[in-house]
């Protein structure tokens, strides 16, 4: 997801509000960042992902982004079956969204979407959303690989929106946080979840 997408619609859920780059000020000062067409992009860090999470009006978007270390225990592009099945299956769950992700069940959320951004796709399905160069997506000169994901999800009764439930803990084990940020009705903010506290409150 764009950053000026969130942005939108961030302004569009609370009027008068600061943009959501706003709440990126505070990203990764001692980690490495990627720069030019991954401005956005969080802190490369291992064990470490990024959740953001925006609402308006009926549409509910999560944005997912983490470095391939944490979903599949390696970051260069598969040599073995063994790490081709590795991707295919990472690839595979976080399609899952409605598995990953539980809306508070008032509020009568559905999945109408998922687009994956993976550098070495397995099964096909590619969308590429960044235009980044090949050797970029391959990891770059920086040996890092991430790894990105978006849902869409439409609430039928938005207003009973409280909490997002995540089950990325116990989807990647390898994985250990989540800095999380969100811009719903109730305000914008952040919050550092973890296997012991995975709910986000919105």
Known sequence: MKPAVLAAMACAALVGAAPLQA???????????????????????HGVATLRVVSADT????EFASPLDNLVGFEHEPRTDEQ??????????????????RPSAGAECLLLGVKLDSPWPQDGHHEHRHGHDEAHEAGGDDGHADLEAEYRFECATPDRLK??????????????????????????GSAALTPGKADLPL
């Open 23 to 45: 709440v990126h000020a505070h990203e990764g000062h001692e980690t490495h960042e990627h720069h030019g067409d991954h401005e956005a992009h969080a802190a490369h860090e």
């Open 84 to 101: 081709r099945k590795a991707m295919a299956d990472a690839e595979r769950l976080l399609r899952d969204g409605a598995g990953l992700f």
């Open 163 to 188: 909490v997002l439930q995540t089950r990325l803990f116990d989807t990647f084990p390898r994985l250990r946080e989540l800095r999380a940020e969100r811009a719903t009705a109730s305000g914008q």
């Open 59 to 62: 549409v509910l978007m999560i």
